[in-house]
Structure formats: structure tokens, C-alpha cells
């Protein structure tokens, strides 16, 4: 049976992540209070998406079974400029130390998730390629 | 800051390692229960004279430690459940050694024990965290093999450290296991070239770069010395011990745990110098963690512990630094919490003289560190002591 996961990430074009209204801190894996402050008044806002691959990996034997069709799998850790760090789908050209933007995409079974995309315009076809299990209900 | 104060008095006894194999139809209360009793007969006390139990488990569930107490029938006064994966060992020691000095209890027994069935490993990872769960598994669901492999690949791009250098912690921790019955991949020789022959499992990361999961039992005694001297046991002293948790957040992939923020500190506690340890046990869920433990625990600089490995030998009979001595877990097994007491149990039995076939010769004082809870991308537990072979 496949895993239950949430990414919670909203719908949108661009990057979105949780912005703390009292103290200004940009939070990010998703939760409920601010990391820095613990105050409890999060809204969801665009930011710049601009970041650094810290590093990459290729995962060869993911645990779930509706990843094995595109093997390996490349994901990246990056730090962005707005402060956080984030795992995300990494374009196929991208390499550690390498200038990417973040953003938010629809995988294949519908579910929000992070995608760092280099210069180069390969996107549209890898994004696609882009699958995870069904969430279930 | 305040310092820990001394842990004088306490005895770590009797440790045991039972029940490894890869899956179990046992019960993870089977596993911590079994290491009670050896442990309880070992010491020739009654399970009544037991009254503090320490327990680290991430299979026990629905049932805690609470329910165990019924399960084997004691009544304590002293309870703690440790849900710090690979630092539960120290963790443990560390809270029960205060209970004792503090009349809270006499004998506390400190456990980690895990059973394991085809699938439960992937089950645990997949919702190991709320963090991990929305950040990290969705993206390849590679597990914890995902964050280690960016680990030491950032570890590798910024201090020009190898796949051979790698090899040389888990081709000396084979040498080691081979000598360790227990070891569950003791019987199977690993030379360098099978290492970098292995098949890749997450760049860089490679197969002899991870550890089999499996089901097991690591258990210790810790009571007073005055009670271990009149029950005429060989016991350890703790001669300093610390932990840090979340250390350097702001580090963009973790190439330092918390070890560097107490490593001095724990030197000048003790009384004794790096120099003065005989052997290390890291936590080693991958090559390159132990390598952040070594840099760390001030046995090389920052960035140089694959030349530190490259130059010194890790086996147990090496004369160099004894690492690992019973095969770690990249060849014992990685026995869910119980791998967080196996290092600390090894070094109970390293410096009672009760190692069988992997003694090393004349150990006075070991280190023992531990590292867990990946809640992210990072491991954010970090804890170690300084232990001395007991008496004068
Ligand atoms: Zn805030």
C-alpha cells in the first residue's frame, strides 16, 4: 500500500512559503508556528525563488514503487536566498553549486511539490516525468 | 554555562547482545524483556532488586514503557523512554546515572530493543516525522539513504574526502565484525575492491555505505559502584558525558553534529586527553557521520578525518585506534534503537575484559558517541561519554 504524504504546499506559479506576519521570518518545512518567534500568525506569500544547490543526490532505489520507472532519481538540497533549506526535484542538468529557482509544481498524481529548475530549458518534458504515489484516501 | 557534574559513583554493568537476525516474529518487548533477563542473571540479583527501567524502542508501540513494567511483572519507581534513536544509549546512561546518585533508584535497567518484519523499515521511514513526512519523503521517498547521500556528497565536495577513505571505516569495521559472532555480516569477508565494486544505491552513497536494518537487543545495568563491588561485578565508571541537540541550525547540510559545541569540555571533565582513548565506538549509520564524530570528538581537525583514517588502523588488533569493535552497525546490523546502545554495550564489554574474540589488549578509557533522529535533513541528536575501566 502506499504511504500517506502531505507536502501541504499551496497551488500557485512561483514559490510560496510560510511567512511569519509578526516577525518577518520565512519558514520552511511547513508547521504551525514560527521557528524563530513561535508566534502563531503564518501566511502563505510569494517569494523569490532564487537559490544554491548545496547538493545532489540520484536515488537508485527509492521505497516506494511508483518511482521505479525513471531511475535514477535526481534530488537536490538547496538553500535559498530567503533563507531556508529545501529538498526539491532537480532539473536533469543541474549540478552541485549551480544557480537554480525554486518553484512550486504539480506532480503527476496531482500533489504540490518543489522543483529546482537550472538556466536551461528542459523543464517542460523532466517536470513531466515527475511521478510519486497516490496519496490514500 | 553550567557544567554537568560528575558522574563519580555509578557502574555500568553487565552488558548484553542478543537476537540478531534480519526479521524476528517476536515482539519488541520479546527483545527488551530477553536482554533483562541475561542481564539480571549475569548480575545474580532477582528482578526485584531491578527498580528503574530505561527503554528506547520504535517498535513497542501501541504498548510504552509504562505497560512493560506489567508485562514482566516489577514494580519500579523510576521510568524513562528514550526516543532518540542513536543517542538513546548515552542518553539513557546519562538520565539513569542521576537517578542513582540521587536515590530515585538502585539498579536501572537500560535497553533499546527492536524486532523487525519484511516492510516495517520503510513503514518507520515513511512517516518518521511530520517534517519528513511533507519535505523530504515526497521527494523520491529515498529514505534516510537520501539525506546522508547529500551529506556526503557536500561532505566529500568541500573536504576532498574519498570513496576509498569510506572504505577504510567499513572495510576495518568487517575486520572487526569477523571477530564478533553477533555480527549479522561477520561471516562475510569485505576487502577494499568489493567496497568500490559495490553497486550504487544513492549517489554517492554505496551498498557497503549502508546499514542493514535488522532486529536485536543492547542492554546495560547501571547502579552504584559500591553495590557493583558487593555484588562482585567488573564494572565501568563514567568519567564524562554530554549531548546537544539541534546544534548549528543554520548550517546549510550538516557537516558538523553537536560534538564540537562539548568536546573540550568533556576532555577537561574527564581529566584525560584524546590521546589517552583506546578505543572509539561511533554512531555509524553511514561512513561519513562517523567521520563528522571523529572531527568532532577532537580526534583530527575539521574537514580531516579522511586522512585521519588513511593513516591510522581501525581495527580492534591494529595498534592504531580500535574503532567500532564489534563490527558497528554497517556490519552488526542496524537493530533499530538497540543500535543506539551498541557501542556503549561494546565498551562495557571492551573494558570489563569480557569481549571474546575481539578483546582489545590493555583498554583503559573509550568514547563512546552517539547521533540520531533524523527529523529532516539532518541528524539532530548528539551525545558522548568518556568511559574508564573500573576500580583503581
Ligand atoms: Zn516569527
Known sequence: ?137 | MSQPASYSGIALVTPVSLGYSKVSEHSAGWFIGSVLREMIDAAGIGKADVDGLAVSSFSLAPDSVSFLAQHYDMTLRWLEQLPFGGASGVLAMRRAARAVQCGDADIVACIGGDTSQAGSFRDLVANFSSFSNSASYPYGSGGPNAAFAMITQRYMDKTGATREDFGQLAVSQRYNAQHYSPALLGDKPLSMDDYLAAREIASPVHLYDCVMPCCGGEGFLLMSTQRAEDLGLDYVSILAADERHNAFPDDPVQLRGGWPLFSDQLYASAGIGVDSIDLLQTYDDYPVISMLQLEGLGFCKPGEAADFVRSNALTFDGGGLPHNTSGGQLSGGQAGAAAGYLGLVESIRQLTDSAVDNQVANARHAMVSGYGMINYDRGLCSAAAILKRGGS
Open chain 1, 1 to 137: 500500500m502506499p504511504a500517506t504524504f502531505n507536502t501541504a504546499l499551496p497551488s500557485v506559479n512561483g514559490l510560496c512559503l510560510q511567512h511569519c506576519s509578526k516577525c518577518g521570518h520565512i519558514n520552511y518545512p511547513v508547521r504551525e508556528l514560527c521557528g524563530k518567534c513561535l508566534g502563531d500568525s503564518l501566511v502563505w506569500q510569494n517569494v523569490d525563488g532564487g537559490g544554491t544547490v548545496q547538493s545532489v543526490t540520484a536515488l537508485h532505489y527509492p521505497l516506494e514503487q511508483n518511482f521505479s520507472a525513471q531511475l535514477p532519481w535526481r534530488i537536490a538540497s538547496v538553500k535559498l536566498d530567503v533563507g531556508p533549506v529545501a529538498f526539491a526535484h532537480l532539473q536533469p542538468d543541474s549540478v552541485c553549486g549551480a544557480r537554480i529557482t525554486l518553484s512550486i509544481a504539480q506532480d503527476e498524481a496531482g500533489n504540490n511539490v518543489l522543483v529546482a529548475k537550472g538556466d536551461k530549458d528542459s523543464a517542460s518534458e523532466w517536470l513531466s516525468a515527475i511521478k510519486y504515489t497516490e496519496i490514500r484516501t
